[in-house]
């Protein structure tokens, strides 16, 4: 369970621990289980995990450093923020857009590499079927050629569960 230190209606220090507690106030004999009124009446409340909110693509999600008071309860939020902005790097100047767009690609790179590296996977599944003394069916012959051309596929490098042909 996590704790906040409250002075004057301000969360001052967060982290806060039970030891750190005892440590603050070494003439307080504390019960072995301390009451939420107790802690309460030393500055000390627990503090709640808040909702994690949802972000785009070159957003990230940043938890706060400080809980705040909502509707009696101390909770811990998170902050939404843009991943890039107008900025000098290298001596360069680059828009937001231009840094979207190559991180942009670098996704493109490592959803490609990593749907490649299943469709690899399901055609050495199937190495089997093609050996010199064997006959492979229709089906067996599309479904290779399908895994092969998956890189066509419209949604290719996104490709969904649906988008994968069906073994035979």
């Known amino acids: 369970m996590k704790?906040?230190?409250?002075?004057?209606?301000?969360?001052?220090?967060?982290p806060y621990?039970?030891?750190?507690?005892r440590r603050d106030n070494p003439n307080v004999s504390f019960p072995k289980v301390?009451?939420?009124?107790?802690?309460a009446s030393f500055g000390v409340y627990t503090?709640?995990?808040?909702?994690?909110?949802?972000?785009?693509v070159h957003q990230l999600i940043q938890r706060d450093s400080l809980p705040t008071l909502d509707n009696s309860s101390w909770v811990i939020g998170y902050t939404v923020r843009d991943m890039f902005s107008d900025a000098t790097i290298e001596g360069v100047l680059k828009s937001k857009a231009d840094q979207e767009a190559e991180h942009q690609?670098?996704?493109?790179?490592?959803?490609?590499?990593?749907?490649?590296?299943?469709?690899?996977?399901l055609i050495s599944e199937t190495d089997w079927w093609a050996v010199a003394d064997r006959t492979m069916t229709?089906?067996?012959?599309?479904y290779r050629q399908a895994l092969r051309d998956i890189t066509a596929h419209s949604n290719w490098p996104y490709l969904q569960e649906a988008d994968w042909p069906t073994k035979p």
């Open 105 to 121: 690609v670098q996704l493109d790179e490592i959803a490609a590499r990593e749907n490649r590296t299943q469709r690899d996977k």
């Open 3 to 14: 704790y906040v230190k409250v002075t004057n209606g301000e969360a001052n220090q967060y």
């Open 17 to 21: 621990t039970i030891g750190k507690l």
């Open 34 to 39: 301390i009451s939420e009124e107790l802690l």
């Open 138 to 142: 229709s089906a067996q012959t599309s």
């Open 47 to 56: 503090v709640e995990e808040g909702v994690k909110p949802d972000c785009g």
